[in-house]
Antibody, heavy 122, light 109 residues
Framework: QVQLVESGGAVVQPGRTLRLSCAASGFTFSNYGMHWVRQAPGKGLEWVAVISFDGSDKYYADSVKGRFTISRDNSKNTLYLQMNSLRAEDTAVYYC???????????????WGQGTLVTVSS | EIVLTQSPATLSLSPGERATLSCRASQSVSSSLAWYQQKPGQAPRLLIYDASNRATGIPARFSGSGSGTDFTLTISSLEPEDFAVYYCQQRSNWPPEWTFGQGTKVEIK
């Protein structure tokens, strides 16, 4: 069965960096676009970034553009989110999510990880 | 940027009742709209994609309808496990940007 397991969440000070990982299993990881979606405490869902199945296309929400970088290692079935210049407003649970349609960035997500909490605070 | 507006913010119903949730887009999204269910402490779960197609394993009491700018998620008869927050979601064509509605909470009356 499809499994997505995020890791790397922590408490960090404003301006610092953090890298999140998402280990995927149960499907052909290299065939699917992958996303990061976050949820601030008590708030709704906010899409963060997407990477195409082969890593050639990447798109970001305006709120993280220039600070966050999405990447993937298809040989390790792992998705990453490098987060630089962190701000208090980046505090959230970060979910990785799988695109539905293979070989496209698609528009919706059929499997989600359990999330990892990032807290940005001095 | 396409904005999705969900209504109502909160729906107070009893088990067995029918729930009707609305999602309105600020411009046409054709039929490329999805619905998710999220329970406290859990990740969202895909319910409906392409406005009206149930995802794998989703019970038939969940149905979606609409196209263009107005969409509806209907739960025909609420089960205890259906009390949760529901989000609609779409993707704009260019630049690609994924957006969610602000959510509708279905709570026990």
């Amino acid at each position: 069965q499809v499994q997505l397991v995020e890791s790397g969440g922590a408490v960090v000070q404003p301006g610092r960096t953090l890298r999140l990982s998402c280990a995927a299993s149960g499907f052909t990881f290299s065939n699917y676009g992958m996303h990061w979606v976050r949820q601030a405490p008590g708030k709704g869902l906010e899409w963060v970034a997407v990477i195409s199945f082969d890593g050639s296309d990447k798109y970001y929400a305006d709120s993280v553009k220039g600070r966050f970088t999405i990447s993937r290692d298809n040989s390790k079935n792992t998705l990453y989110l490098q987060m630089n210049s962190l701000r208090a407003e980046d505090t959230a649970v970060y979910y990785c999510a799988k695109g539905v349609v293979p070989a496209t960035i698609g528009y919706c997500f059929d499997y989600w990880g359990q999330g990892t909490l990032v807290t940005v605070s001095s | 940027e396409i904005v999705l507006t969900q209504s109502p913010a909160t729906l107070s119903l009893s088990p067995g009742e029918r729930a009707t949730l609305s999602c309105r887009a600020s411009q046409s999204v054709s039929s490329s709209l999805a619905w998710y269910q999220q329970k406290p402490g859990q990740a969202p779960r895909l319910l409906i994609y392409d406005a009206s197609n149930r995802a794998t394993g989703i019970p038939a009491r969940f149905s979606g309808s609409g196209s263009g700018t107005d969409f509806t998620l209907t739960i025909s008869s609420l089960e205890p496990e259906d009390f949760a927050v529901y989000y609609c979601q779409q993707r704009s064509n260019w630049p690609p940007e994924w957006t969610f509605g602000q959510g509708t909470k279905v709570e026990i009356k």
